[in-house]
C-alpha cells in the first residue's frame, strides 16, 4: 500500500534542466552549448525587461539545479567597471 503524495513507480519523473535541454538539442540537431548560450541570452533580455537594472545584465544557469546566476556590468563615464549580483527568486 503506497502512502498519500508519494510516487508510484509507473508514474514518470520530471526530467531535469539539462535532459529536457538535450532532448530539445538532438531534436533540432543543435550542440547542447549553443542551446544554453541562447536560452542564457533569453533570460538576460526577460529580466533586463522585467526589472529594468542598470548596465548589461548576463544569466549563467545551473543545468542541473535550474538556479540562475544573474549579474549585471555597469561601465562608468570614468572607465571603471561595477559587477553586481541580481535577484533572481522572484524572476
Known sequence: MSRAGSRS???????????AL???CSELGIPFEEMLHTVEGALAIAYKRAFSPEG????????????????????RSDGSVDLH???????
Do not use: I
Request: charged letters at 25%.
Open 85 to 91: 549580483d541580481l535577484p533572481s527568486e522572484d524572476f
Open 22 to 24: 538535450s532532448a530539445l
Open 56 to 75: 548589461e545584465v548576463t544569466v549563467q544557469l545551473d543545468t542541473k539545479t535550474g538556479a540562475l546566476d544573474v549579474r549585471s556590468r555597469v561601465v
Open 9 to 19: 513507480q509507473s508514474e514518470p519523473s520530471t526530467p531535469t534542466l539539462s535532459e
